[in-house]
């Protein structure tokens, strides 16, 4: 068990909706980090939050968004959704700012676009 | 910039057979490399993790890795696998002064098969 919890599992939408994903990172952890994976681009960083504020940013579409509250947990937004946006979507977590600590994983949710 | 392949997109062994996965770097820095995996359903799990305190790292359930950096290589490998061995397995990269980037670079994946 990593200590990062991530909500829902599994989320079944339409093209053209909205969905929230969220994450609670391990204890004592600032920073999170948003990825999606899917079969053809592989596993993808999207975007990371320190201790509130955004830190860096990947491959994040501008139909995206996410953010960090003052508890830690953050969420991530996902709006007019299209079929390409099925995937799944993982929560990482780490101590400190930098990118070359370990990060600890969530389960991940699943996103199905239909 | 930083990248990483990973040779093989799929490796079969035997149960009690050692285990070889492959993956070559690109990095403009000292790069802090990890191997993570993957069990099907579930999250990223750290293997192992380098960072220039010694070229031959030591990860859980029998892993190691060596950093060679003449060949700009770090392979994973186990002596002896196990059936519960069977996941994907990706070789990451991240630069040592990330500074402002918080991104690690994951290579494409392995998937290991263990017949029994």
């Known amino acids: 068990d990593s200590g990062v919890t991530q909500t829902p599992k599994h989320l079944i939408t339409a093209t053209g909706q909205r969905v929230t994903l969220r994450c609670s990172p391990r204890s004592g952890d600032l920073s999170v980090y948003w990825y999606q994976q899917s079969l053809d681009q592989g596993l993808q960083f999207l975007i990371q939050?320190?201790?509130?504020?955004?830190?860096a940013k990947g491959n994040i579409l501008e139909r995206f968004s996410a953010q960090q509250f003052p508890d830690l947990h953050s969420e991530l937004n996902l709006s007019s959704l299209e079929l390409g946006d099925s995937a799944l979507y993982f929560c990482?977590?780490?101590?400190?700012?930098?990118?070359?600590?370990?990060?600890?994983f969530g389960d991940g949710t699943r996103l199905s676009i239909l | 910039a930083q990248s990483v392949t990973q040779l093989d997109s799929h490796v079969s062994v035997s149960e009690g057979t050692p285990v070889l996965l492959r993956c070559n770097y690109s990095?403009?820095?000292?790069?802090?490399l990890f191997w993570y995996v993957q069990h099907p359903n579930k999250g990223l799990q750290l293997l192992l993790k380098y960072t220039s305190a010694a070229t031959l790292v030591k990860g859980i359930n029998g892993f190691e890795a060596e950093f060679k950096k003449s060949e700009t290589s770090f392979h994973l490998t186990k002596p002896s696998a196990h059936m519960s061995d069977a996941a994907e397995y990706f070789c990451v990269v991240s630069d040592r002064d990330g500074g402002s980037q918080g991104n690690l670079i994951f290579g494409k994946g392995t998937k290991l098969s263990v017949k029994p």
């Open positions: 990482a977590s780490s101590e400190g700012p930098e990118g070359n600590q370990p990060q600890h």
């Open positions: 990095s403009s820095y000292s790069p802090s």
């Open positions: 939050y320190y201790n509130g504020e955004e830190r």
